[in-house]
Structure formats: structure tokens, C-alpha cells
T-cell receptor, first 116, second 118 residues
Framework: DAGVIQSPRHEVTEMGQEVTLRCKPISGHDYLFWYRQTMMRGLELLIYFNNNVPIDDSGMPEDRFSAKMPNASFSTLKIQPSEPRDSAVYFC??????????????FGAGTRLSVL | AQTVTQSQPEMSVQEAETVTLSCTYDTSESNYYLFWYKQPPSRQMILVIRQEAYKQQNATENRFSVNFQKAAKSFSLKISDSQLGDTAMYFCAFMKKPSGAGSYQLTFGKGTKLSVIP
């Protein structure tokens, strides 16, 4: 399996623009997580899905952020409008419930977002 | 809520030597999992080792081992025979035992930057 795939790897945009980050989880995984990593706050969970349904979005910073999972193999994190303070690395991770996965989350390579 | 503390922002070790990274956590849960993840300059988050709280035996993975002290809520990572490729940020993480449809959430520490010196 190719692992968790995120795109783009880098994104540079101007303040006020819409940004869409994409994630393809590992095939067969039923949990998908979005994290944000900054120097100040470290790694924070933004939202997670189970079977394509959002379970907990309490980490989403504000209404400018939204996430969707239209099917088991694709999720998006959208920021509209973007602001300089949104600059961070955004990670997607996935796992599968049950003994086999040993509760291990597998991470994508991340998207480095720079908002100018 | 759970908290994870890594008290060493940066550490360095000579190649081939042994180094121990510290992690403490705070929780009222009795069943949980602890993890160490490595983040090299490539930015990829890579699982290093995993420990189940109900197991007294410390986990080991080749040159990596942990010292899990449940009563003290301590979970340190020991790297033996350090190699240049071990240079990375290391994150300690906590997950309470999932139940039903909920919560595979990871709570991370702030990380320790490890440099292996030739």
C-alpha cells in the first residue's frame, strides 16, 4: 500500500484566498484525522472522521475551516478565507478500528501551507 | 483531558552512544496506549514504538526501547547505538483505549529535537 497520500506537498497563497488540502487514507482504514503542526502549539487534532462521518470537530479553530469526507478514499480540509496565522504544516492520518491495527495512526507526509 | 509533557526541548548524542528522551503524562484513564513518533527533516511522522498500559513488559524495537513506569506516569525512550539517521524530532503521544465508535485521538507532547553528532 502507498500509505496516506496528501496533496499538495507545499502550498503558497495570499491572504483571503481559498485553500484546499487533500488526503487519501490507506485503503480499508475507517478513521481519518486532520492535524495541524505549528511551532507555538505543536501538533493539534483538528477533526476526525469514522466511516466518512465527522465525529469530533472541536479542534477546528473557527468557521473559516471546514472538512469533508465524501467517500472512504478521499477527504478535504478547506480554509476560506485564509489568513497568515493559518500558516502551518497540516497532516492527515488514518487507522482502522480493531486489534490488527494496534491503534496505530499512519501519517501522510503533510502539506506545508504558507499564507502571505 | 490528557496532557503529555516532554521536558527536554533539545538533546544531542554522539554517534554510537545511548540517549534517553523523557516523557510524562497526566491522565485519569487506566487503559491507554503510549507512542513515540519520529519526525525527521523530511517531515514524515514515523512510528517508532508503541506501549500498551496494561502490559508491564517494556516494549522494544531493535535499538529502541522504552521505560514505562505506570505509577509515575512516565514513558521514556532509549535509543542505543545512535546513528546519524536518528537525528529528528521525537514526539511522545497518548491515546486512551478506544471504546465504541469514538476516540482514537492522539495527544502529543511538544517534542524533543535530537541531534546525533558524528
Amino acid at each position: 500500500d502507498a500509505g496516506v497520500i496528501q496533496s499538495p506537498r507545499h502550498e503558497v497563497t495570499e491572504m483571503g484566498q481559498e485553500v484546499t488540502l487533500r488526503c487519501k487514507p490507506i485503503s480499508g482504514h475507517d478513521y481519518l484525522f486532520w492535524y495541524r503542526q505549528t511551532m507555538m502549539r505543536g501538533l493539534e487534532l483538528l477533526i476526525y472522521f469514522n466511516n466518512n462521518v465527522p465525529i469530533d470537530d472541536s479542534g477546528m479553530p473557527e468557521d473559516r475551516f471546514s472538512a469533508k469526507m465524501p467517500n472512504a478514499s478521499f477527504s478535504t480540509l478547506k480554509i476560506q478565507p485564509s489568513e497568515p496565522r493559518d500558516s502551518a504544516v497540516y497532516f492527515c492520518a488514518s487507522t482502522v478500528a480493531g486489534f490488527i491495527a494496534k491503534n496505530i495512526q499512519y501519517f501522510g507526509a503533510g502539506t506545508r501551507l504558507s499564507v502571505l | 483531558a490528557q496532557t503529555v509533557t516532554q521536558s527536554q526541548p533539545e538533546m544531542s548524542v554522539q554517534e554510537a552512544e545511548t540517549v534517553t528522551l523523557s516523557c510524562t503524562y497526566d491522565t485519569s484513564e487506566s487503559n491507554y496506549y503510549l507512542f513515540w513518533y519520529k519526525q525527521p527533516p523530511s517531515r514524515q511522522m514515523i512510528l517508532v514504538i508503541r506501549q500498551e498500559a496494561y502490559k508491564q513488559q517494556n516494549a522494544t524495537e531493535n535499538r529502541f526501547s522504552v521505560n514505562f513506569q505506570k505509577a509515575a506516569k512516565s514513558f521514556s525512550l532509549k535509543i542505543s547505538d545512535s546513528q546519524l539517521g536518528d537525528t529528528a524530532m521525537y514526539f511522545c503521544a497518548f491515546m486512551k483505549k478506544p471504546s465504541g465508535a469514538g476516540s482514537y485521538q492522539l495527544t502529543f507532547g511538544k517534542g524533543t529535537k535530537l541531534s546525533v553528532i558524528p
